[in-house]
């Protein structure tokens, strides 16, 4: 029973799972059909109708739109459509009108905000001009002085002044023996030089020295020919020949007969020259009244301090020293550390005819002579062998003539110079004889020495060196007492290389600027004498400016990267005429105040300079206690950055322009877009243009008006040298010197004058190069690749000052000048030479610019193959001109102070990009 019902329940679900499965089957079934059937039967129907009439429309095909509009449900929608496209472009043109309306308006726009930016630089420009004015008005009233005239120059109303003499004859000063009153300080010292058919005694002077005097004279800035203005009378008494024939009382009797001798010959200057190491004496036993006496020789009881002149011995009378064949100053140390050749001919016994001890002269008795220690002691220095050292007492050959009780040169002046181009060192052992306070002899060996580089010892304190009163013989010279003689040796070996290198470059210069040729032998007695009376210097000569006439019209234009300045202005533009450096402001201070400088330093005391780059400074709160004249202080003493810096120059210098030369050669298009390139550059005087062509420019040939006058000046032959004449037309201590074909931005050129008016002494510029060493030939190589280090700074982009101008046309040695000419090139390596060597200080490179040549450009002469071949010589030949490398290193360059600082947003800085 269990069974069965079992079997029915499980009966029951598989029937209805079965009529499920039946029912879903056909049910896929009728879709199916629908699905495959309906669509191929609705394809037959739909073709069928379209077949039936070929030539009536088709009811499903493709219709225009003038077809659908035939049909009546459509029409409305076509005519809507028809509207809303009128409409459409109606407003299109609408549109379009607009946008052309609107486009006007925004270069409307643009054009008021330039003029509103114009106008406020312009407002800004009025600003700086009417500040500047008011500040220019202050000045002149709180000076409120009247213009000085020269003082009315003194003339004794007698030629006869009888003054009386001095109580002795080696008591003349210059405040009893001299008469100032024929030296007023704007006579400009005259010269009056005797002829010498005038005294007979003339007749027994050394024709060499004679020819020489004479062609000196002839070229002296000082002589004149009107004995009535002259504020000295020169005689030229020596060096005789041969005395035997001269008497003294003709002499003194010649003398006295001269012209405007006037009783006791003041205002009268004796010179006796020598040429050998024993000149006479000849004015021993002559009364020479209020004359000054100039010669090598003295003795105590004659020679009077600070009145009478030792000179410097006169060796190159007629001839001129080759620079060349004068030793290298290095190296430092040389074969022997200190050489000596002589031999005494007659001692201090044999002329006293006594002898003291050493202990009896640390009593305090009458001197000994310490000759015999002194030898005694070199010889064992000699022995030691712990330097090399050379000392002979004996003359191979015979010894040249001497004064009693002095060391007699030994040999040939060539032989004796051989020696001392090997010897660091060189004794100069001064005659035992105390009363000689300065000889020929003595004189001869420091001439040699400084000649060819050895440093001059002199063993005794009591000789008078020349023009010792002029010039401080310690930068040049060792003054060893004679009984130091024991701790000689040490002395020398403690001095290090450096100060044996600046002794010895100091030695050169004096020995180049006073004692080299005649005219510098005669300058410098002249220049003694005018210094002890406090007159200034000759003015030093400027280059007188041919100018090529020119016509000046076309307006310049506006280089966009010229102008590209940021928010900033460059400076403010000037509407009063350009301004000139002051000049000769130090006329007489120099000369007074400035008297160790001037002939201790280069170029020495025989020029005076418009201005220089050593002139003194101010303090800072003197420019605003009463001493403001010319100065622009930043916001007025305040400070600032960037707007009030470009409104001032600033500084530590009273406000000042700056010149542009621009050297060219027959390339005027690109003459024309470097000139425009100028216009609106502030603190610009003028431009200088040096038109090195033999060919004048062109007839039609317009120049830009840039706002500054443009000078245009012919020269007479081709030279690089050109570029750094003094012309007369420069009225500013700034230059600007630049290539025809250099690119500079304004604020680059107003970066660089900023910094240069801090450092008025270097070259300030842009491109630099280097000195590099070649250690397979020993020698020096001009390299222009990028470095750490610099040495030049090119002179086709930089500033410097006018005095280096006038050094570079009329003190630096005319072989520099000849080979620049001859290689028409290294004229820029040349200034830095002058520079480095008077300063000694290295360039100052300005901005991260390393090249400079305006794009587009022909190429200049620095392109050609052998351009580096000549540099390369060039700085080989210079070093040998100047006996030593002069160029320095320098491992930094210039950037402005807040070019890379963050600022707040209501602070900018001096240069956007500098």
């Not at 431009?687 to 007479?716: Q, R």
Request: net charge negative.
């Amino acid at each position: 029973m269990l069974r069965n019902g079992g079997v029915g329940n499980v009966g029951q679900p598989c029937m209805l799972r079965w009529s499920n499965r039946i029912r879903l089957t056909w049910l896929s079934f009728t879709l199916f059909i629908i699905l495959v059937f309906f669509p191929l039967i609705a394809h037959y129907y739909l073709t069928t109708i379209d077949n039936l009439d070929d030539s009536g429309p088709r009811i499903f095909e493709p219709r225009s739109g003038n077809a659908l509009c035939e049909v009546k449900h459509v029409q409305d929608l076509c005519r809507i459509r028809e509207s809303v496209s009128e409409e459409l472009l109606q407003l299109e043109a609408k549109r379009q009108e607009l946008n052309s309306e609107i486009a006007k308006l925004n270069l409307k726009i643009e054009s008021c905000k330039k003029s509103i930016e114009n106008a406020k630089q312009d407002l800004l420009q009025l600003k700086n001009v009417i500040s500047q004015t008011e500040h220019s008005y202050k000045e002149l009233v709180a000076q409120n002085q009247p213009k000085l005239s020269l003082p009315i120059r003194l003339l004794p109303e007698k030629d006869e002044t009888n003054f009386p003499l001095p109580k002795s004859p080696n008591s003349c000063r210059l405040y009893s023996c001299f008469d100032y009153s024929r030296c007023p300080l704007t006579s400009g010292f005259p010269v009056y030089i005797y002829p010498l058919d005038l005294y007979q005694f003339s007749s027994f002077i050394d024709p060499l020295i004679k020819q020489a005097f004479q062609a000196t004279a002839r070229t002296n800035v000082y002589v004149t020919n009107n004995p009535h203005v002259a504020c000295v009378y020169v005689v030229l008494v020596g060096e005789v020949q041969d005395s035997s024939g001269l008497k003294s009382i003709e002499i003194e009797k010649q003398l006295h007969s001269l012209p405007y001798w006037r009783s006791d010959g003041h205002n009268h200057l004796l010179i006796n020259l020598s040429r050998r190491s024993q000149t006479q004496n000849l004015l021993y036993n002559i009364s020479t009244g209020r004359a000054m006496v100039a010669q090598s020789t003295f003795y105590d009881v004659q020679y009077r301090p600070g009145f009478d002149i030792i000179p410097s011995p006169l060796i190159h009378a007629m001839s001129e020293p080759n620079f060349l064949e004068i030793p290298p100053q290095v190296p430092v140390k040389r074969k022997y550390l200190f050489s000596f050749q002589g031999e005494k001919l007659e001692s201090l016994m044999s002329s006293l005819q006594e002898a003291r001890s050493f202990e009896e002269e640390i009593e305090g008795n009458a001197p000994a002579d310490y000759d015999d220690r002194i030898i005694a002691t070199l010889k064992a220095v000699q022995d030691s062998k712990l330097d090399l050292v050379l000392v002979e007492f004996t003359c191979k050959n015979q010894p040249r003539p001497a004064l009693p009780t002095e060391w007699a040169l030994c040999g040939e002046r060539d032989d004796r110079l051989e020696l001392l181009k090997l010897s660091s060192f060189v004794l100069i052992i001064t005659p035992g004889n105390a009363h000689l306070v300065a000889s020929a002899g003595c004189s001869m060996r420091l001439f040699e020495a400084l000649e060819v580089g050895a440093i001059p010892v002199i063993l005794g304190e009591h000789v008078q060196l020349p023009y010792h009163d002029m010039i401080h013989w310690s930068e040049a010279a060792l003054v060893v007492p004679k009984p130091r003689i024991t701790e000689l040796h040490f002395l020398l070996r403690s001095i290090s290389d450096s100060d044996l290198l600046n002794m010895r470059r100091q030695g050169r210069f004096l020995w180049e600027t006073y004692f080299s040729t005649s005219d510098n032998v005669l300058s410098t007695i002249l220049s003694t004498v005018r210094t002890r009376i406090q007159l200034p210097a000759a003015p030093i000569a400027e280059e007188p400016s041919k100018e090529i006439p020119h016509k000046t019209g076309k307006a310049a234009g506006t280089d966009p990267n010229m102008a590209d300045t940021g928010d900033l202005d460059l400076g403010p533009v000037e509407t009063e005429p350009p301004y000139a450096s002051p000049k000769y402001l130090r006329n007489f201070t120099v000369t007074v105040r400035d008297t160790y400088r001037a002939w201790n330093a280069a170029p020495g005391p025989f020029h005076l300079f418009p201005h220089t780059p050593l002139d003194p400074t101010l303090p800072s709160e003197a420019k605003f206690l009463g001493s403001g004249t010319g100065f622009r202080p930043i916001g007025g003493g305040a400070g600032g950055s960037g707007k009030e810096f470009q409104a001032a120059l600033g500084g530590n210098v009273p406000r000042e322009q700056f010149t542009v030369v621009m050297l060219t050669y027959e390339r005027e298009e690109v003459l024309m877009n470097s000139l425009e390139r100028l216009n609106g550059l502030p603190y610009l005087n003028k431009v200088i243009v040096v038109w090195n062509s033999p060919k004048p420019p062109s007839e039609d040939l317009v120049w830009p008006e840039i706002g500054v006058p443009i000078v245009v000046v012919h020269t007479d032959k081709n030279s690089l040298n050109n570029r750094f004449l003094p012309w007369d037309t420069i009225e500013t201590e700034a230059i600007l010197s630049i290539d025809d074909d250099a690119h500079l931005r304004h604020d680059e050129i107003m970066f660089g004058f900023r910094v240069w008016r801090e450092a008025r002494d270097r070259i300030v510029g842009f491109p630099g190069r280097y000195h590099a060493w070649d250690m397979n030939h020993q020698s020096w190589l001009y390299n222009s690749n990028y470095s750490c280090e610099l040495s030049m700074v090119l002179t086709g982009a930089a500033f410097f000052h006018k005095y280096y101008a006038y050094l570079y046309s009329y003190v630096m040695p005319q072989a520099i000048r000849d080979m620049v000419d001859e290689y028409i090139n290294c004229e820029d390596i040349a200034m830095n030479f002058l520079v480095s060597h008077i300063t000694r200080k290295p360039p100052i490179k300005v901005t991260s610019r390393w090249t400079f040549r305006c794009p587009g450009c022909p190429q200049a002469l620095s392109h050609d193959d052998s351009h580096f071949h000549e540099r390369h010589k060039c700085i080989n030949f210079f070093v040998k001109v100047y006996g030593y490398m002069p160029l320095l290193y320098t491992q930094f360059r210039v950037d402005s102070v807040l070019f890379k600082t963050r600022l707040p947003h209501d602070k900018t800085k001096c240069f956007k990009f500098i």
